[in-house]
């Protein structure tokens, strides 16, 4: 049997809002608004993490997955030279990736 009264006792706050807190609340929401939208402009201007984006001219970088994580491949000049003709970038697990991106980079891929 419900009690009398039980209702509204139960669902009447104990004291009303104030507007401090109604600024204090919007104001915080103001301040994740505006940082959700400059971490958004970030990854969008610095490619996302993505192979192609952000390396420079003659450099190689690959991505190079692992099942403890994995690690990236960053080569230039020589390095890059010797890496895109080495063993490494012709191993069948990685050679989808690294192939290309020596051919982009303009680097021979013929094995040593």
Same mark, same amino acid.
């Given at each position: ?6 209702? =509204? #006792?139960?669902?009447? @706050?104990?004291?009303? !809002? !104030?507007?401090?807190? #109604? ?6 929401? /103001? ?14 201007? !610095?490619?996302?993490? +993505?192979?192609?984006?952000? !390396?420079? =001219?003659?450099? /190689?970088?690959?991505?190079? @997955?692992? *099942?403890?994580?994995?690690? *990236? ?5 020589? &390095?890059?030279?010797?890496?895109? &003709? ?5 191993? @069948? +697990?990685? +050679?989808? /990736?690294?192939?290309? &991106? ?5 680097? +021979?891929?013929?094995?040593?």
């Amino acid at each position: 049997m419900p009690l009398e009264g039980h209702y =509204q #006792r139960v669902n009447t @706050p104990l004291r009303e !809002t !104030t507007g401090r807190e #109604r600024l204090i609340v919007r104001a915080l929401l /103001v301040i994740v608004g505006i940082a959700v939208v400059a971490a958004i402009v970030v990854a969008i201007s !610095t490619g996302g993490g +993505s192979n192609g984006g952000g !390396t420079a =001219q003659g450099c /190689v970088r690959v991505d190079v @997955p692992s *099942t403890m994580g994995g690690s *990236t491949i960053h080569a230039c000049g020589a &390095r890059a030279a010797e890496f895109c &003709r080495g063993p490494i970038a012709h191993d @069948p +697990s990685l +050679s989808g /990736v690294a192939l290309p &991106r020596c051919d982009e980079a303009g680097y +021979s891929t013929a094995p040593k």
